[in-house]
């Protein structure tokens, strides 16, 4: 029963709609772009570009955090002032002059754009933000003499060295205070690869140039902690901090305080802290200045429009829309007709199997091609499905009808149970256990729970290992077995699972394979590929069969037993492995001639050739 749509919920409806709302945004943006894009260019015009702003001021505030005054600050403001085109001035609090880009007597801005002071404002450690506390680039007493950096900078070397060595990226970088950190990429916990033996502490010990700049900190912080009532003498120490939080001046040497009990006395702590920090960098830093740029914070003329702008903005926005609705209207009758053949061929029972007309080509059509060609693979499948489970049946009766005859006999007393008949009994049930283990090895395959458990394995002993448990079954059948293995040719593989590989293959040349045949196992090396071979002088197969060969319980001959001619369930099994490890099966045959079975898998250096 065709179910009805209510108007609101229908696709037409839906996309009329949302078509007036585009239309209706487009013309609010244009109009938003407009007005935004002309007042932005008066804001150029003025001066008011905050990216250049807050370049002009990070660049100032290095040079006063590297400079003790602004004695030689006019070539760097110059060179700023002619690179962004705008009025740059320094002054003090009090609006003395300090260095100007305009000629003298230029009348300043109203207001101040910013306070030049790197001992508050941090302008260096995220681009474009104003951060509250010291510049890094405030180095002071903490700058490293040559000696020192050196002597840092080969124990940075030596734990670069050792990182690498535990498999971890790092580099060494430099601080403003000459100190080398060494960095982990990506932030890899070096603990986490057992690389703590890198961390050995020298690195992270403050030179006697920090020690006499921490000493100097400890004497200014101590008589603030007492002043309020902090008794830490001997307690108060500092330490290297190479993640640079709270960092004092560039050094990245923080200030560690034992727990004091409550968060004021803490807080208390942490601000005689600071305190004695700004009072110990003072000195090596330029004095605070008052940062003016380009033309004050006037702010620029508003953008209007006049009463005949407004009636072309109306006209224009009530044009596209009407345009807009009726080129919606004619797209969606036109994408609802295929919609809905879909619809109507999708609710049709499943064993229909119905296909819909293809009409377009555009994505309907294209939609319209992929639900036919999902409908086609549904009716192979399901057709599979049924030979599949017709076939299981016929595979488990065989040897359960055995079975269950030959018990029948032997409970009316009819047969004794000698030691041949229980032989036959137990070959019929090694039978249906092949089969079962083959089913459970396709059927893990197929949901993706088939468990590898890979190690290095060199071709040529997995081509011994599989040569020598399928010799006596050879020499029973007269068929000569030989291996070629190519020393070089390795691979990361599950043992068992590889071997379970080639005795399938083994085992069908085998069969094969008439008297006085021989059988070939290959192991070679090519590029980066370990490429294994199993080849038979047997009957071979025909071209029309090779493109099945790797089916469930297809076989070439349907005369033969499964007694004979195996489970039918060997190559789909040696395809699902390979394909587990990553590689390949093949198979190239010629009647009367014999049949080759191709396996190429990634292959891995020798132990000992890593790099």
Known sequence: MRRRIPVRKRLVVRLLFVSALIAVCSVAATAWLAVTTTTSALKEEQGQDLAADNRILAQLSGYAATHSDWAGVRPTLRELAARTGRRIALTTADRTPVADSAPRGTPLPPRAAATVDPLRTDTYTETGAQLSGVDPRVVGPYRLPAAERVKLDSLAERREHCYERHGLQATVERTESGRPVVPVADGADPFAYGADVCEDGRLNTPTVTEHKALDTLSDLVRPCLRKNGLNLDGRLFFTFDPRGKDSLGGGFLVAKLPKLGSGEATRTAQRCVQTA????????????????????????????????????????????????????????????RPLRALTLAAQQPPELHVRVPVTTRDETGILAEAFNDLTERRARLEAQRKAMVSDIAHELRSPLTNIRGWLEVVRDGVVEPDPALLDSLHEEALVLQRIIDDLQDLAAADAGTLRLHREPL??????????????????????????????????????????????????????????????????????????????????????????????????????????????????????????????????????????????????????????
């Not at 003016?292 to 914070?297: A, K, Q, S």
């Open 277 to 336: 920090r700004r009072t110990q960098l003072q000195p090596y830093v330029a004095p605070v200045a008052e940062l003016f740029l380009g033309i004050g914070d006037q702010n620029p003329a508003r953008f209007d429009m006049s009463p005949a702008n407004k009636a072309k903005v109306v006209g224009v926005a009530g044009l596209v829309l009407a345009v807009t609705v009726a080129v919606t209207a004619v797209v969606a009758v036109r994408l609802v």
């Open 458 to 611: 060199r071709a040529g002993d997995l081509l011994d290992q599989v040569a020598a448990a399928h010799r006596v079954a050879a020499d029973t059948a007269g068929v000569a077995l030989r291996t070629e293995a190519d020393a070089a040719a390795w691979l990361d593989a599950d043992p068992v699972r590889m071997r379970q590989v080639l005795g399938n293959l083994v085992s069908n040349a085998l069969r094969h394979t008439l008297a006085d045949g021989t059988v070939t196992l290959s192991a070679r090396r090519e590029g980066d590929e370990a490429v294994f071979t199993v080849a038979d002088t047997g009957s071979g197969i025909a071209p029309g069969d090779l493109p099945h060969v790797f089916e469930r319980f297809w076989r070439a001959e349907k005369s033969r037993s499964r007694r004979t001619g195996g489970s039918g369930l060997g190559l789909p099994i040696v395809r699902h492995l390979v394909a587990a490890h990553g590689g390949t099966a093949g198979v190239a045959s010629e009647p009367g001639v014999g049949t080759v079975f191709t396996l190429r898998l990634p292959a891995t250096p020798p132990p000992g050739d890593e790099p």
